[in-house]
Each structure stands twice: as C-alpha cells, then as structure tokens.
C-alpha cells in the first residue's frame, strides 16, 4: 500500500525556512513571496497536525517535531538533487571544472594531467587557479582544491594531504651568498606567499629573531613567492607537495635541515548533489590515487624528507640554531 506523503512544496518551504532560520531567506532562495512560504508552511503544519515552528518577533527556532522532521527532509531533497546531477551526468565523459591552489595547480597538478587525461580521457577540464572557499558553491565551478583549515560547511568536504614547510632558494643564489647558520636569512631577502604567519612558524621553531628587520617581499600566493626563489630574488618557504618536484630536479635546495607542520592543509571540495555525478567521481578517485602512488612510488616527496627533518623530531638533536643543510649530510 503507498503510503501517503506530505505536499512536495511545502515540504520544500519548510526546508529552506530551517536551514535559513528566516521566512525572507528562503522566499529568496525559492524565489516566491514571503506570504508564500508563510502559508506553505502553515499548510503543511496542518497537515501534519503538528507546529513545526516556535515564532518570536522575526525569529523562528524548530519546534521538538520541526528537528525531527528536518533531518529526514533534507537528506530526502539532497538525494533527489544527487540523482537529478547523476542523470545530467550520466557518464565519465563531458566537460569538469576545477579550482585549485595555484602553487598545487602548476607544480603538482599539471605535470600529472597526462595521466588523468590516459585514464579518462573523454573528460575535458577547465583549470583555474584560486584559493576561495566561495568557489565551492559557484555554478561555474565542479570541484575546489583548497588549502586551509578545513571549517567550510554545508558541502562535501575532504582532507588531501598535509604539509610540512621549509625555506628553498635557487643554487646560484647560495653559491654567491652561502648560508652557513640561520642568522644568514637576515642578509637575504625573504619572499612570503601568505601575510608573513608561515615564515613565522618557522623562524620559530628554528630560535631564529632579527630575520623580520631584513629585506621582504610580499606575493598573493606560494606560486608566486616560489617562483622569485627559483629566479633568485630571496629564499621562500617550499613545501613537500609543491616544492618537492623542484628539488628532484635540482632548481632548488633546502639551506637548512629543519621542516615544520604546517598548519592548514590541503582539501578537496563540492557541493553535496554533485559528488555523485560520475565525471566528479572519476576526478576525486583519481586525486587521490595519484597522491597514494606518490606515496607508494616515495616520489617527488622522498627529495623534500631526504635533506629535512621535522621540527618536533630535530628537537633535542641539537641545542641552538639549524645548521645549513650541507654541514651535516645524513
């Protein structure tokens, strides 16, 4: 016997209103009026012979059956919206847009695309680079590759890899002006990617001070600030993702054997109904095998771990300062 359900719309109104915690937000979000949803939603109350809202002034909070009805609702229209997705996208094949952090894009990510681009290759992909979290809910874009901490919500969310950080510099420049101990980065220029917080956790750990009085360069991103490292304008953090390439073929060195955690990481974002869709899939499968065979093949990583050791491990190995990373070879 097929059982009966509630009106469809109503249960929609009702939905939105929760999640929004606002009658006007989810009149805009369904594009109706705001006496729609009002009385959307007093219908279905009454034909659930229950109140799903206690109202006060403009604010509205979920009644004992609103909360227990919403988590069934919204998994409910999740699911319809997952299925429409799959039916749009009905095979690996078509067009997927990504967003991903520049350094990662062009130092990790392209060198690899030859063999995403072997393993599907009716799947055309449209690349950019950035690094905002608003960019997981634009039409424009499939999936995010985002470095931070992580607290994005109301989407589909999953940690890649974490990092560790240390200084690199081109060749040409530390043979012109060695590093012998790290009160030398006082006497080079020190090139940031960020706002100047992850050359501080270094200096740190490291017990170096003074550094900051010396010449800096301030770049929008690590692609940038790793770039004037590999020309030879000042030392940049690298690190074991985005640097390690660079090490394995010799266009930078790290000066000092001292790495350290960094504190964000790198994610893999989309929102909730496209996660199922088969290209999307078939591109966050193939991320994340392509990290694993990194790992398993302990390349471009091995490079970066064979001249560094962490922070908390170099503790107790040595009383003051790091040394440059050629006066104590391994």
């Known amino acids: 016997m097929t059982q009966r359900l509630p009106p469809l719309n109503p249960l929609r109104a009702f939905e939105a209103t929760a999640r929004n915690r606002s009658l006007t937000k989810a009149a805009k979000e369904l594009f109706v009026t705001h006496g729609a949803i009002s009385h959307q939603i007093k219908a279905l109350e009454a034909s659930l012979q229950v109140k799903l809202f206690h109202r006060s002034g403009q604010r509205l909070t979920l009644t004992e059956h609103g909360a227990d009805l919403l988590p069934s609702v919204t998994s409910a229209f999740e699911e319809i919206a997952a299925a429409t997705a799959r039916m749009r996208r009905p095979a690996k094949s078509g067009s997927l847009s990504i967003s991903c952090v520049s350094a990662l894009l062009s130092l990790w990510l392209m060198p690899r695309l030859a063999s995403f681009t072997a393993r599907y290759p009716e799947i055309r992909l449209t690349l950019s680079a950035a690094n905002d979290p608003e960019l997981i809910h634009s039409p424009d874009v499939d999936i995010a590759i985002l470095y931070g901490d992580g607290s994005w919500t109301d989407c589909w969310l999953k940690l890649w890899s974490h990092l560790d950080l240390f200084p690199i510099a081109?060749?040409?420049?530390?043979?012109?002006?060695?590093?012998?101990?790290?009160?030398?980065?006082?006497?080079?220029?020190?090139?940031?990617?960020?706002?100047?917080?992850e050359w501080h956790i270094w200096l740190t750990a490291a017990d170096v001070r003074g550094v900051a009085s010396g010449p800096q360069h301030h770049f929008s991103d690590a692609r940038l600030s790793i770039e004037a490292a590999l020309l030879g304008h000042g030392i940049a953090l690298g690190d074991t993702l985005t640097a390690a390439s660079l090490l394995t073929k010799g266009q930078v060195i790290v000066p000092f054997k001292l790495a350290v955690p960094a504190v964000d990481a790198f994610y893999v974002a989309c929102s909730n109904d496209l996660r199922s869709t088969p290209v999307v899939d078939a591109f966050i499968d193939w991320l994340f095998s392509a990290l694993e065979e990194d790992d398993a093949r302990a390349e471009p990583l091995i490079a970066a771990r064979r001249t560094i050791r962490r922070a908390q491990q170099a503790q107790g190995a040595r009383s003051s300062e790091p040394e440059a990373a050629g006066e104590d070879p391994d």
Do not use: V
């Open 170 to 197: 081109s060749p040409s420049l530390i043979n012109n002006r060695p590093i012998r101990t790290a009160r030398d980065l006082a006497e080079h220029t020190i090139l940031h990617g960020d706002d100047g917080h």
